[in-house]
């Protein structure tokens, strides 16, 4: 059962330019994760926001949460090239399986230097 | 430096095979994952464990089984290969101390001709 949907399904930017990408989801969650995956390799945690938080900060990327629209954004401020990859947003279910995420689709960003 | 390692990055069977995947992790994480991801589906769980001996079906069990025997190993398995099993396999742990933060391994693509 497919829970967060990301969009845009691709975005392109140039480098230094910021880059957004959104998340939907239909149902209460206990917290919200984005994750990053290179092509061809496995998915890397970039952060975690729980349910009682709005905005959180980490280096280069700040991600906010909305509950009352379900949905979450993931910014990444000056891109670099580096920045090529795909990103899921990943949503447990609050009193679902423990442990269990439910991942959307994907944003493809592509950083052209 | 946690690690969650598979035993293939690359695999080609043919139809009928029976297909082994190992997924290996060293960070004491009770919980462990299987997915595939194809294009335009994102990941979508296969079977899931929270602990040795124990297993989960998650959304597409059908043509796979799972085996844990040790806390860390967690196998999947194709019976009997098909080419609509052609795809990325991606093994995770977690552990329900921490906030179902998923660490992934490399993946596999497997092809099955």
């Known amino acids: 059962s497919q829970q967060g949907e990301e969009d845009p399904q691709a975005l392109s930017i140039q480098e230094g330019e910021n880059a957004t990408m959104n998340c939907s989801y239909k149902?209460?969650?206990?917290?919200l994760q984005w994750y990053r995956q290179n092509s061809g390799r496995g998915l890397v945690h970039l952060i975690l926001?729980?349910?009682?938080?709005r905005e959180k900060h980490s280096g280069r990327l700040r991600v906010t949460l909305d509950t009352s629209k379900k949905s979450s954004s993931l910014l990444i401020t000056a891109s670099r090239a580096a920045d090529t990859a795909s990103y899921f947003c990943a949503t447990d279910s609050y009193g679902g399986s423990q442990g269990n995420l439910i991942f959307g689709k994907g944003t493809k960003l592509s950083v052209k230097p | 430096d946690v690690k969650v390692t598979q035993s293939s990055r690359y695999l080609v069977k043919r139809t009928g095979e029976k297909v082994f995947l190992e997924c290996v992790q060293d960070?004491?994480?009770?919980?462990m994952f299987w997915y595939r991801q194809d294009p335009g589906l994102g990941l979508r769980l296969i079977y899931f464990?929270?602990?040795?001996?124990?297993?989960e079906k998650g959304d597409i069990p059908e043509g796979y089984s799972v085996s844990r025997e040790k806390k860390e190993r967690f196998s999947l398995i194709l019976e009997s290969a098909s080419t609509n099993q052609t795809s990325m396999y991606l093994c995770a742990s977690s552990s329900p101390r921490g906030e179902d933060e998923q660490f992934f391994g490399p993946g596999t693509r497997l092809t099955v001709l």
């Open positions: 926001i729980r349910s009682n938080e």
């Open positions: 149902t209460s969650i206990n917290n």
């Open positions: 464990s929270y602990d040795v001996k124990m297993k």
């Open positions: 960070m004491d994480h009770e919980n």
